[in-house]
């Protein structure tokens, strides 16, 4: 069974950092693209990252380009998102997401989330 | 602003069908797969529809998608229930180099 867990989410002033993780396990990791996709309170999805099943190629949505870094560790099953110059925009769960194989093959499962709230 | 265009709600009595549409450009859904996903109120999204018209396992065959140039629709038949909640498309865009999604379709069962 696919398991995505994801942690580090809380809450953080602006400006501040905060690394989130997914761990995950159930399937073979290092074969799958992952990304981060979050949706803000009330709001729908929108995509934030995503990295290829090797590591070697990240892709960016331009509203967290230059302030987001996603990362995995293949040895450790695990992806990563290292969020930095955190704005009131940003609050919002951020989902952890498996794709099928790679980048455009779509994601095909979700984790259950983990909030991020951005506030003074 | 959500990249692709769906309707924000839709709605029909148990046992008609719905078709939810889902609109887009040359970008992405005119060249790559339409995915979509259903959503229930405090959980995560779950994939009910992959590569245009492809079920996972597990997703009735009252699920059934379709794309044409740069739309694509959704078609829910003998509605349950169980259908209730936000609907999204998705698909890869060349243009951004990640997946776009639409804002969402609420779907309520009358």
């Known amino acids: ?120 | 602003q959500s990249v692709l265009t769906q309707p924000p709600s839709a709605s029909g009595t148990p046992g008609q069908r719905v078709i939810i549409s889902c609109s887009g450009s040359s970008s992405n859904v005119g060249i790559n797969f339409l995915y979509w996903y259903h959503q229930l109120p405090g959980t995560a999204p779950k994939l009910v529809i992959y590569r245009d018209n492809e079920r996972p396992s597990g997703v009735p065959d009252r699920f059934s998608g379709s794309r044409s140039g740069t739309s694509g629709s959704l078609a829910i038949s003998g509605l349950l229930s169980e259908d209730e909640g936000d609907y999204y498309c998705a698909a890869w865009d060349d243009s951004l180099g990640g997946p776009v999604f639409g804002g969402g379709t609420k779907v309520t069962v009358l």
């Open chain 1, 1 to 120: 069974e696919v398991q995505l867990l994801e942690s580090g989410g809380g809450l953080v002033r602006p400006g501040g950092s905060l690394r989130l993780s997914c761990a995950t396990s159930g399937f073979t990791f290092g074969s799958h693209a992952m990304s981060w996709v979050r949706q803000a309170p009330g709001k729908g999805l929108e995509w934030v990252s995503d990295i290829s099943d090797s590591g070697a190629v990240s892709n960016y949505a331009d509203s967290v380009k230059g302030r987001f870094t996603i990362s995995r560790d293949n040895s450790k099953n695990t992806v990563y998102l290292q969020m930095t110059g955190l704005r009131a925009e940003d609050t919002a769960l951020y989902y952890c997401a498996k794709h099928m194989v790679d980048f455009w093959s779509g994601i095909e499962y979700w984790g259950q989330g983990t909030p991020v709230t951005v506030s003074s």
